[in-house]
């Protein structure tokens, strides 16, 4: 079982709608969790991260940890164009290797006008 | 002020070539990582450094690959006879040290197409 699963999508949405972006991981002693969002042709840009369980919220964005079930949620409320990206989760190791993010495969997200 | 800086952006090369790939992390970043992107395989990582040493170089595929930096600084990132599955992105990253989060800032990755 790899550490980090992530659906790969497509996820093909119309502008305005929910969206919702999933991830689970293997290791319990994870304690950070972080979005990136990668543009075409650029580089991961960080979204968010969250410590440890519960919901942070940044204007239209919502990341959401289960560590009960091992699952990590983003929420895009109002979906906009400007929104269509690959999403990837990524998470530190814990304790002395946190230099290492294991990431997700990405979810490639379009928006339709 | 300035992110990360790769160069170049995009490498045309034919096999059994030497490429370079530069890394210039964001002023002040201590650490530096190099990952690989391959379509639908995500991003794997290669290297970290933390000033000049690599105490992770652990996904490094090959001894065709290695990596250097110098002045705490710029990184290069070498292939030596590039192959075929070698084409991939080339992302850099850095990140200040000492966070426990450890949030990690990209370069827009260097495309790298072996012929």
């Known amino acids: 079982q790899k550490e980090v699963e992530q659906d790969p999508g497509p996820l093909s949405v119309p502008e305005g709608a929910i969206v919702s972006l999933n991830c689970t991981y293997s290791n319990s002693a994870f304690q950070y969790f972080m979005w990136y969002r990668q543009y075409s042709r650029k580089g991961p840009e960080l979204l968010m991260y969250t410590y440890s369980s519960g919901n942070k919220e940044d204007g239209r964005f919502t990341a959401q940890v289960d560590k009960s079930s091992k699952y990590i949620s983003l929420f895009i409320r109002d979906s906009q164009p400007s929104d269509s990206a690959t999403y990837l989760c990524a998470i530190p190791n814990s304790g002395g290797s946190n230099y290492k993010l294991t990431f997700g495969k990405g979810t490639l997200l379009t928006v339709n006008p | 002020g300035a992110g990360v800086s790769q160069s170049p952006s995009n490498k045309v090369t034919e096999k059994g070539k030497d490429v370079e790939l530069r890394c210039d992390p964001i002023s002040g970043h201590t650490a530096l990582y190099w990952y690989r992107q391959s379509l639908g395989q995500g991003l794997e990582f290669l290297i970290y450094?933390?000033?000049?040493?690599?105490?992770?170089k652990s996904g490094l595929p090959s001894d065709r690959f290695s990596a250097e930096r110098t002045g705490g600084s710029v990184s290069t990132l070498t292939i030596q006879r590039t192959q075929q599955e070698d084409s991939a992105v080339y992302l850099c990253a850095s990140s200040p040290s000492g966070t426990v989060e450890n949030i990690q800032y990209f370069g827009a990755g260097t495309r790298l197409s072996v012929l």
């Open positions: 450094f933390q000033g000049n040493s690599a105490p992770d």
